[in-house]
Structures are given as C-alpha cells and as structure tokens.
Nanobody, 122 residues
Framework: QVQLVESGGGLVQAGGSLRLSCAAS????????MGWYRQAPGKQRESVAA???????NYADSGRGRFTISRDDAKNTVYLQMNSLKPEDPAVYYC????????????????WGQGTQVTVSS
C-alpha cells in the first residue's frame, strides 16, 4: 500500500510564504507524475501544479509565477513553495502521485494524501 502524507500548511498573512511537503511511503518501485491540488469550500478540487518524473513542470494560472513545485526522488517527496500568498489561495491542499508499487503483484495507481489546510489572513 502507498501512503502520501502532506505537511506544511498553516496560517500566513497575505503576501507571506508557505512550503508544503508530501512524502510517499510504502512498497514503491517508481513515482511518476506528482502534483498538488486544492479545494476551497464550495468549490471543486483544482490542479495547482504538477511535475513529471523527468522534472518537467506545469502550473495553473492561479499559481504561475508565485508557486514552485519540486521533487526529491531520494526521499519520495514533492514540495510546493508558495510565495506572495493571496486571500484567494486558502484551501485544503492535496498531494497526488502516480505510483508503481508492489501490491500483491506490481501495479500502477493514483494516490492521494489527506490534505493540509492553508489559511491566508488579510
């Protein structure tokens, strides 16, 4: 079984920064694409940023220029550096990973973390 555990959320003033982390654990053979999503109350979950196994990145318009996604494959961890946080950024931020793991046999699946809350005060 693969588990994703996020950390780093919290309360920050507008204009401030937070760094989210997401560590994957389990019988992992390879982590392919990793990404961050967010969901604000009453809204659908939306993509924030993603990074491929080769290091290619893409960002939603909402975070482009302010957010940076990175990964440390030695630690099976993905990060989201969020700068210049705005009042519209508060949400639960979720980590997502496409993982090949040993689960009975070898299988590839999509996994989610439990989420971490980001709150921005104005």
């Amino acid at each position: 079984q693969v588990q994703l555990v996020e950390s780093g959320g919290g309360l920050v003033q507008a204009g401030g920064s937070l760094r989210l982390s997401c560590a994957a654990s389990g019988s992992i053979l390879r982590i392919h694409r990793m990404g961050w999503y967010r969901q604000a109350p009453g809204k659908q979950r939306e993509s924030v940023a993603a990074i491929t196994s080769g290091g290619g990145t893409n960002y939603a318009d909402s975070g482009r220029g302010r957010f940076t996604i990175s990964r440390d494959d030695a630690k099976n961890t993905v990060y989201l550096q969020m700068n210049s946080l705005k009042p519209e950024d508060p949400a639960v931020y979720y980590c997502n990973a496409d993982v090949t793991a040993v689960r009975g046999g070898i299988s590839r699946g999509d996994y989610w973390g439990q989420g971490t809350q980001v709150t921005v005060s104005s």
